[in-house]
């Protein structure tokens, strides 16, 4: 079991910008960060191997930028010209075999609230 840890959330007007970090508790192969609005199903905002190839949702393609640092088991998404529908509580996801944009990762974190204002 991989514990992981996301911080970074907060209150922004739209049009501002955020980093969100996740922290794991050892290395895995296959990282990635969800998001939930009320009312919504999880959805994948972005994903990455642990030789940094990158995928990413039609809806934050350009805007938003996911990386990690192997060295410190952290994973992070820069969020830039955020719009009031990136609202939601975004998690981080992490596997040792499975990568992508579906809810298929074993290991989740609590999420932190991202919350945009127009």
């Known amino acids: 079991q991989v514990q992981l840890v996301e911080s970074g959330g907060g209150s922004v007007q739209a049009g501002g910008s955020l980093r969100l970090s996740c922290a794991a508790s050892q290395s895995t192969a296959y990282m990635a960060w969800f998001r939930q609005a009320p009312g919504k199903e999880r959805e994948g905002v972005a994903a990455?191997?642990?030789?940094?190839?990158?995928t990413y949702a039609d809806s934050v393609t350009g805007r938003f930028t996911i990386s990690r640092d192997n060295a410190e088991n952290t994973m992070y998404l820069q969020m830039s010209n955020l719009k009031p529908g990136d609202t939601a509580m975004y998690y981080c996801?992490?596997?040792?075999?499975?990568?992508?944009?579906?809810?298929?990762?074993?290991?989740w974190g609590q999420g932190t609230q991202v919350t945009i204002s127009s």
């Open positions: 996801a992490a596997d040792f075999n499975y990568w992508g944009l579906m809810a298929h990762y074993n290991n």
């Open positions: 990455i191997t642990g030789r940094g190839m990158t």
